[in-house]
T-cell receptor
Framework: QQQVKQSPQSLIVQKGGISIINCAYE??????FPWYQQFPGKGPALLIA?????SEKKEGRFTISFNKSAKQFSLHIMDSQPGDSATYFC?????????????FGKGTKLSVKP | EAGVAQSPRYKIIEKRQSVAFWCNPI?????LYWYQQILGQGPKLLIQ????????DSQLPKDRFSAERLKGVDSTLKIQPAKLEDSAVYLC???????????????FGPGTRLLVL
């Protein structure tokens, strides 16, 4: 019930293409869904996040689509660039107060070819 | 604004030895997290502090791992004795914690890469 399942494990996209990464969760108590980007040798950095009261959130080239009934959410990277090559993690969090711990997916390694 | 600082960046030890990692969170951040990231997997929470109190340590292997945040700022994570399966990157993160629940950004440090031989 605490798992977050992420797919695909790896993804190769041509420059200018659309990258799509999917995640699914089981615990309906989750109420916060962030995506993190991690470059080699660095810690993860927040990219974009969504709450279940909206179905989509867009920030620049990055969009989260959220399907509450299916318990799925996805990250779309439009006009993918070589600089987007990194590992992307979805996560889910729940609770109130200081219960901010996140459950992470296993990650997707994205390679954008020039 | 300075980010989350961690040291050392790399550590190689033999099994059964002990090791300690240090984290300095972003100034003013009340909540501090330690995560373990095994190669090819996402980070897994080990322990969460709010100020100097433990909020969640349910996934911390307490027979060998310990952590403290004595003055509500810096934190240390210790492994004693280390096992081969402890080889991983240990990430420290911090968040402001305005008391509004989840959704407050966690800022991660660069991590400490541990190799246990």
């Amino acid at each position: 019930q605490q798992q977050v399942k992420q797919s695909p494990q790896s993804l190769i996209v041509q420059k200018g293409g659309i990258s799509i990464i999917n995640c699914a969760y089981e615990n309906t108590a989750f109420d916060y869904f962030p995506w993190y980007q991690q470059f080699p040798g660095k810690g993860p950095a927040l990219l974009i996040a969504i709450r279940p009261d909206v179905s989509e959130k867009k920030e620049g080239r990055f969009t989260i689509s959220f399907n509450k009934s299916a318990k799925q959410f996805s990250l779309h990277i439009m006009d993918s660039q070589p600089g987007d090559s990194a590992t992307y993690f979805c996560a889910a969090g729940k609770g109130g107060g200081s219960q901010g711990n996140l459950i992470f997916g296993k990650g997707t390694k994205l390679s954008v070819k020039p | 604004e300075a980010g989350v600082a961690q040291s050392p960046r790399y550590k190689i030890i033999e099994k059964r030895q002990s090791v300690a990692f240090w984290c300095n969170p972003i100034s003013g951040h009340a909540t501090l997290y330690w995560y373990q990231q095994i190669l090819g997997q996402g980070p897994k929470l080990l322990i969460q502090f709010q100020n100097n109190g433990v909020v969640d340590d349910s996934q911390l292997p307490k027979d060998r791992f310990s952590a403290e945040r004595l003055k509500g700022v810096d934190s240390t994570l210790k492994i004693q004795p280390a096992k081969l399966e402890d080889s991983a990157v240990y990430l420290c993160a911090s968040s402001l914690d305005l008391g509004s629940g989840t959704g407050e950004t966690q800022y991660f440090g660069p991590g400490t890469r541990l190799l246990v031989l």
